[in-house]
């Protein structure tokens, strides 16, 4: 059975940082492309950032280039999602999914994806 359960989400002011983390188990992390995305109250899910099987490429989103970075641990099957100078509108539920991408244009599409996080809650304060 494939889990991927997230962690690190919380309360922060704007400005400040948060690291979320998201575990993978049942199945072989390294063969899967992992994604970010995010869903705020009354807003469609959104693509975060995604980092490649390899770690070798990343993708963002506009709103959140220079500020937040993907890692990878594929010896401890772990995802990481660092936010850096948060803002107001990156509250949201953040998501992490795992999925089949042989190359790069495909990690913003979330009909990619085949596994998904619980979701975790980042709260920014302004």
């Known amino acids: 059975q494939v889990q991927l359960v997230e962690s690190g989400g919380g309360l922060v002011q704007a400005g400040g940082s948060l690291r979320l983390s998201c575990a993978a188990s049942?199945?072989?992390?390294?063969?899967?492309?992992m994604g970010w995305f995010r869903q705020a109250p009354g807003k469609d899910r959104e693509f975060v950032g995604a980092i490649t099987r390899s770690g070798g490429w990343t993708e963002y989103t506009d709103s959140v280039q220079g500020r937040f970075t993907i890692s990878r641990d594929n010896a401890k099957n772990t995802v990481f999602l660092q936010m850096t100078s948060l803002k107001a509108e990156d509250t949201a539920v953040y998501y992490c999914a795992a999925g089949y991408c042989s190359g790069y244009a495909c990690l913003p599409n979330h009909r990619r994806y085949d596994y998904w996080g619980q979701g975790t809650q980042v709260t920014v304060s302004s």
């Open positions: 049942g199945l072989t992390f390294t063969t899967y492309a």
